[in-house]
């Protein structure tokens, strides 16, 4: 059984709702159960110069015994189900699931890379992840709550009530 982080990001639709069919979709994988679930955060769309609806966010820990590449093919399944397109790069999202942290694993491969790229940068996906898990261990960057400092300056608001 693998230890697994995913983040969630939506800000088309409704994002409260897409998180609660994701939370679903991810614990009806085969192998696969949802341990915990962050609340939910309001954060700016980050690096474009077009307006943008504010995302939600969150990280979902799962236990899985499917490997990492079985894993995302499966997250990009759920996105596509839920109406997710990829006509741009920072483009609005009905959904976005990114596997954040495989057990320890360092994985470069075409089209999966963990630990996830610059999520050491992003309170977006580092609150969350803290607070379900701040003891989870980004490889070359330490525990997730020690990261915490670096992203203080970051605008992010957690939500009450949506978890």
Excluded: K, W
Aim: glycine share 6%.
């Amino acid at each position: 059984m693998s230890r697994a982080f995913v983040a969630f990001g939506a800000n088309l639709g409704d994002p409260v709702a897409s998180f609660g069919h994701a939370c679903a979709a991810l614990d009806a994988l085969p192998g696969t159960r949802l341990l915990r679930r962050s609340s939910l955060y309001r954060s700016a769309a980050l690096g474009t110069a077009d307006e943008q609806p504010d995302y939600l966010n969150a990280v979902v820990e799962l236990h899985t015994t499917l490997a990492a590449a079985a894993l995302l093919a499966h997250l990009l399944d759920i996105e596509r189900e839920a109406g997710r397109t990829r006509e741009a790069q920072r483009a609005p999202r009905t959904l976005d699931l990114d596997l954040l942290l495989y057990d320890d694993e360092v994985i470069r491969e075409p089209g999966l890379e963990v630990p996830h790229p610059r999520m050491h940068e992003r309170a977006f996906v580092l609150l969350p992840l803290a607070e379900i898990a701040p003891d989870a261990c980004l490889p070359g960057h330490g525990a997730a709550a020690t990261l915490l400092p670096q992203v203080a300056g970051q605008a992010i608001v957690r939500l009450t009530g949506d978890s």
